[in-house]
């Protein structure tokens, strides 16, 4: 029996090591995950990949430890305690006042992490340096929050993260930072673009702006007269045009422009087609034998991911609306003389952002979201109370004809009653109401355009209302909407009032 376990045995074993021989060897030749086969000390096919963008100080103290090598040693001010009866203690420190300074606007850009010069260092060494300029650099962004009037938004924190990043600008030949063309400042870098220059020279920058579909021709105009004047490489695209319906409402073109005619002679206005895409990596190239890889970089849920499926006609990088889905960069071929390669999505530190605004733009995850009453108050700044209505069916109260100040309990409460989102006390069921409509506008189904600096938001995107005839019905259903939102009474009430008015009559 032990002869026959130990061949079965052994006889396993050189089958899995076939089986392992073969699976690099197609790797190799399809092109996928490339990162496997580096030979710069790190196994990244076993690296540990999870994001880190918010810590609690107890777990943010160990892994600072933890990168820095060292065990910290905490120390006591000089303090004296006065007599019991002031109630006062008296703390050791310079008596100087801290006035807060301001930030310049070259200050504002804030950078992202270097890779040091690896050059003649050991894997270890490489690893300490790059622990040593990861600490520096956060100990900046902390010292940033301190000195000056500001708050530095959650940012990747996974050193794992960026080490993917120095991997990817290193092997690319030209660096696509994707944005969002709903909120094209808010996720794209300036420092990156600084980073690349630093890499070598010769690479080359180029801004996408996904999601183009979500701006009219008049839009597209204004944001490429905008990254003209900043001297910028740009494009628009549309990773999901063509491919799905388009739920959004009428505030938009008519994705079919994007694939009428993909041959046509292109202006800095029209968003790509897949075959204009390549053809602009084409122009890239420093002579025409050169063989180019393009890198893509940018925020979680950006469309990183589905612009490279796009682009290869066939899913082979995992796609989800929960952002953090690419885990590790990956290399894939294009065509001939073509390379991709995904990079994880980084959230990079910023000033002008917040956790909200964050949650809202669909860069931290709505399903993980613990507080919605600021996010939903955020929305409610950019999305007028008439386009809940039209978009919901709700019926908000107004004075004298004009919509009231809304808040999220308000619209959270209108729009889980008629749902039918309900607690188990019977109450409106409001942060499932929240996550509905925040998802509505991640996607696009609830619209709202960022308008470039120095132009007027209310004329760059206007909130036009749905004109309609409102006939009988329209009135009724209306009018049972309105009953249905004021006067429905929830289960815990009317269990309460049986009950109290039972015991009444008993005391009678």
Known sequence: MGKKTGLLLGNNLLKTKGKTKKTKRLAVQEGYLHNTDLQDGYDWGKQTMQSVTEDDTYTDFMNTAELAGQEFVAEKWNVMTLAAQTRQVHIDTPDVENKLKILTEEETVLPIPRRPQWTGLSVEQLKDEENTNFLEWRRYLASIQEDYDCVVTPYEKNLEFWRQLWRVLERSDLVIQIVDS???????????????????????????????????????????????????????FSAIAGEASNETDGEQNNSNEVE?????????????SSDQMVDLFRSFKRHETEDITVGFIGYPNVGKSSTINKLLCAKKVRVSETPGKTKHFQTLVLTDDITLCDCPGLV?????????????????????????????????????PHVLESKYGLVLPRVNGVHAEMSSELVLTAYGTLRGFMTARGRSDQSRAAR?????????????????PGVDQDKFHKHEMEVRRVWKDEIDRQEAARMLQQEQKSKSEEIDNSFFTGLGAQNK
């Open 182 to 236: 709903r909120h094209p400042l808010q996720f794209r870098s300036q420092d990156l673009e600084k980073y690349v220059k630093e890499v070598s020279t010769l690479k080359q920058n180029l801004v996408l702006i996904n999601k183009a579909d979500f701006l009219n021709l008049e839009q597209r105009k204004i944001w490429a007269e905008y990254f003209t004047k900043e001297g910028l490489n740009f494009a628009f």
């Open 436 to 452: 509905v409509i925040l998802k509505d506008y991640v996607c696009g189904k609830l619209l709202h355009c960022e308008a470039p």
């Open 260 to 272: 009428e005619n993909p041959k046509k002679s292109q202006n800095k206005t029209d968003v790509l």
């Open 348 to 384: 990079m530190p910023s000033i002008c952002n917040s956790k909200a605004g964050m949650a809202l733009q669909g860069i931290l995850p709505i399903d993980q979201l613990r507080d919605h009453v600021t996010v939903i108050n955020l929305l409610l700044t950019v999305i007028p």
